[in-house]
Every structure is written in C-alpha cells, then in structure tokens.
C-alpha cells in the first residue's frame, strides 16, 4: 500500500492549504489515519489523527485551525489547514494503520507513511 500526499506549497501567514492524503487502487477505510509533520532541524510530531469512525484528535498547536476528514469512497484522507503561521512550516507526512485502535502520535504505531509534501508559512 502506498500513500500519496499532495497540496502543499507555500502561503503567506493567515492563508489556508489542504493537504490530501490517497491510497491508490487500495481501500483503507478499515486504517486509523494520521498526519505528521517534521520541520527543519526537528523529530517528526503528529499533528492530527481520525479514526474508522471519523472520531479525530489534534495536536493543541493546530486545535481549532486545522481539520482532518476521511472520504472512504476515495480512499483519501484530508487536512484542512486555515490560520497558518509561520511555524506550521514543516514537511507534512501522512501516516496509516490498520491495527491502530487509540488515539495516538506515537510514531511506530503507524505501520504506512508517505513521502511527505512541504508546506511553507511566510
């Protein structure tokens, strides 16, 4: 299984992106979702997770900015980032589990990462 993430880029502080997270070909509607991010010169940290059942948990750094939804229809997972600031720079992974029942950012509990898509707050 691989995951594809895709909709970074960079915007000024107060901007918004949406970062989309596939699984192509495959159906992971069965996987807790998560993303991280890692920014330069840090570990990588989770920012927001959803579960089977949309159950979600954030991060207090993102909490009532960023939004994480799931469309099992398109195998794809969402990150709605609004009020961006300068220190949500980071590269932003998305990460799956199918045996992941609790909530967590621990990041060996995710089996499946992608690549990773920069996103840059100036």
């Known amino acids: 299984v691989q995951l594809v993430e895709s909709g970074g880029g960079s915007v000024q502080a107060g901007g918004s992106l949406r970062l989309s997270c596939a699984a192509p070909?495959?159906?992971?509607?069965?996987?807790?979702m998560g993303w991280f991010r890692q920014a330069p010169g840090k570990g990588r940290e989770g920012v927001a997770q959803?579960?089977?059942?949309?159950?979600?948990t954030y991060t207090d750094a993102v909490k009532g900015r960023f939004t994480i939804a799931r469309d099992n229809a398109k195998n794809t997972v969402y990150l709605q980032m609004n009020n961006l600031k300068p220190e949500d720079t980071a590269v932003y992974y998305c990460?799956?589990?199918?045996?992941?029942?609790?909530?967590?950012?621990?990041?060996?509990?995710?089996?499946?990462w992608g690549q990773g898509t920069q996103v840059t707050v100036s």
């Open positions: 990460a799956a589990d199918r045996w992941l029942w609790r909530a967590s950012f621990v990041l060996s509990d995710y089996s499946l």
């Open positions: 070909g495959y159906r992971y509607d069965t996987y807790c």
């Open positions: 959803i579960g089977r059942y949309g159950e979600s």
